[in-house]
């Protein structure tokens, strides 16, 4: 069965964005062209670590001798993006991530593919795999090219995003409840 391709190759907009209250927020990853849009929900450790990757690719072709792309150093302060996510309707809760650089269009390039079920396809002694109606169960992923200001812009946000969540106990070092905080102190 065909794989359904969410493809965005020049995003008017690419954040990631959060639902909830720190220590229940939900993270999100959304993109919009024109009217579609697409809203993958995935862990606060998988925004982190995008953001990182992506300004780490950024930063290392800055280095490169004779490099024919412009990258910006910081954000340009055209694309900060500072307003909340748009109506959120989850496409899928992101697994496996990829990111990479394409020098033909200068992008950065970000797959990112569902979590796939294994356990329930290995109970099934049934062969007969049926499709809801609206193809719920067809395979699915997000690819998503951006220039290189607008990744910059995307892991600043991001950044932000992540670092906005509960504060961490000086002691202890695990975050602080709203209602309350007891340290676990490490055993000596």
Not at 80 to 101: C, H, K, M, P, Y
Request: proline share 7%; net charge negative; glycine share 6%.
């Amino acid at each position: 069965m065909p794989t359904r391709v969410h493809e965005f190759a020049w995003p008017d907009r690419v954040v990631v964005g959060t639902i909830g209250l720190p220590g229940a927020r939900t993270f999100y990853l959304q993109v919009r062209a024109g009217t579609q849009m697409v809203s993958i929900a995935l862990e606060k450790q998988q925004s982190a670590l995008l953001a990182e990757k992506i300004d780490d690719i950024l930063d290392q072709l800055i280095t490169v001798e004779g490099n024919p792309f412009s990258v910006p150093t910081s954000t340009p302060i055209e694309l900060v993006d500072n307003d909340q996510l748009e109506a959120v309707q989850e496409q899928f809760r992101t697994g496996a991530i990829s990111l990479g650089w394409d020098p033909t269009t200068a992008q950065v390039v970000i797959e990112a593919y569902p979590i796939t079920d294994v356990d329930a396809s290995d109970d099934d002694d049934d062969d007969d795999e049926s499709l809801d109606e609206d193809g719920a169960n067809e395979p699915e992923m997000l690819l998503v090219r951006m220039p290189v200001g607008t990744a910059r812009a995307f892991a600043k946000r991001t950044r932000e995003i992540v670092g906005a969540g509960r504060p961490t106990c000086p002691l202890c070092g695990y975050p602080i409840d709203a209602d309350g905080h007891i340290c676990t102190l490490p055993e000596v």
